[in-house]
């Protein structure tokens, strides 16, 4: 399985094309991860209406078991306290804990999408030009080099070559069979078919065809 061209101009624009890319998504990735550690902080907010809640509710155990003990209306005293400081209390705890619940899902989804924005638009063009490259590279090596595994007879060089100029030939623009050769249509004629074949080489990303063999 080939991951990148075998022709050094576009070899090397893939590998920096995909170490930009990994950097790219690294610091993003990063960014997204400092906004939401910076943001989650203020979930302490709610962490500490939470645990005033938790303290009031705490003092109102302690007055109650101190009054435990008073005769005759130290039980009846110290349920009623208790009562009410947890009345008090409770609905801060649960306000201080939905708060840091909610501020800790804003925070990552603030995230989440900076980090998404950046990422979107880069990975929306990268990944389609990349994995059709791969592919387009990866189906022409299995298609052209079949003599080293086909178990029909190989097919000779100069029939091969013929095949490729005419795949060049039918799907290529003219400017990109000109970058190959002066007169695309003269060598078809003519029967000088190499200049061609390294075209549709050049086009799935493999080597000359005798440096392929």
Known sequence: MHLWSERPGARIRQI?????????VAIWISVGVGLYRFLAQ???AGRFISDSGN????IGVRLAGALQGVPLVGKGAADGIRTGFSAAADPMIRFGGDLERLLIIIAALLGLLLAAAALVPWLNRYLPWRIAAWRRLNAGARVIRRRRFARSAPIAKAELERILASRAL??????????FTPDPFGDWVAGRHERLARA????VGLRALAAAR
Do not use: K, S
């Open 42 to 44: 203020l979930a302490g």
């Open 16 to 24: 920096v094309a995909d170490i930009a890319t990994l950097t790219w």
């Open 200 to 203: 549709e080489l050049d086009r």
């Open 55 to 58: 303290g009031l509710d705490g």
């Open 170 to 179: 039918h799907r290529l623009e003219y400017d990109e069979l000109l970058e």
